[in-house]
């Protein structure tokens, strides 16, 4: 095992000084397809689940519900600050709990 010392636990987040998401981690999911950073939410006015992501390609957020599938917009992503329209935003994902 190398020892690092834990001088480099997130190069890329402390670098670039990103926005931090925090995510119960149980909500947290593994990356499908063209999809990373993904988790759960649950609808406010249903019982549905529907699924945030970031494009691996255009890192751009999604999210599974049928509003942002018609208008790529919904209250889902706006409501986490994240950007509409498949506007590239990169954040730092942390797990929370
Ligand atoms: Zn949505």
Known sequence: MART?????NPMATAKNLPVLRVPRFAMLPDKGAWTNRFE?????????YVIAQSKT??????????WIHRRTCKHIVSLGL??????????????G
């Open 41 to 49: 939410i649950r609808s406010s006015s249903s019982n549905r689940i």
């Open 83 to 96: 950007p509409a329209f498949e506007r590239p935003h990169e954040v730092a994902l942390q797990g929370a």
């Open 58 to 67: 255009g890192r751009h957020w999604g999210c599974s519900c049928p509003a």
């Open 5 to 9: 010392r834990g001088r480099e636990k």
